[in-house]
């Protein structure tokens, strides 16, 4: 693996985004969706790429607030999620957030331990909240 870049996503970067929003609990929008959050002045939308996307963050900050949309990396593992989420943390500082929001489905144990290792602490609950009939957590982390 190359060296991993991590920069503001481009609307050159939807269709490689749009490919790995088709992992198992990403959000999956389409290519138009992406390279439309791309030009949001809101949108704190990152990419990992190393030759290639290995994997991206995107939220929308809005006051002190930073709420997560879709978050993927390409490969479990490799440090990808680690760095993109450091790097949006960063960012969402940056716009002036104090805590970063989030919603993951409680059948995704992988993405919920990520979460927790990053200070994410659940605050509430969407019963029956996806397609699969799972619950929703709502999710905190800090960031000051």
């Known amino acids: 693996m190359k060296s991993l870049v991590l920069r503001p996503a481009a609307a050159a970067d939807a269709e490689a985004v749009a490919a790995l929003a088709r992992r198992e609990f990403a959000a999956g929008w389409s290519c138009e969706a992406y390279a439309a959050e791309s030009g949001r002045a809101d949108a704190l939308f990152l990419v990992a790429e190393d030759g290639g996307?290995?994997?991206?963050?995107?939220?929308?900050?809005?006051?002190?607030?930073?709420?997560?949309?879709?978050f993927a990396a390409a490969e479990d593992g490799r440090g990808i999620g680690r760095a993109l989420w450091a790097a949006l943390a960063d960012a969402a500082r940056r716009a002036g957030a104090r805590t970063l929001t989030l919603e993951v489905s409680e059948r995704n144990g992988r993405a919920r331990a990520f979460y927790a290792r990053a200070g994410a602490r659940v605050v509430g609950r969407r019963p029956k909240f996806y397609n699969d009939g799972a619950d929703a957590l709502l999710m905190d982390v800090p960031l000051l």
């Open 53 to 70: 996307v290995r994997g991206y963050a995107l939220a929308r900050a809005q006051d002190a607030e930073a709420r997560l949309l879709d």
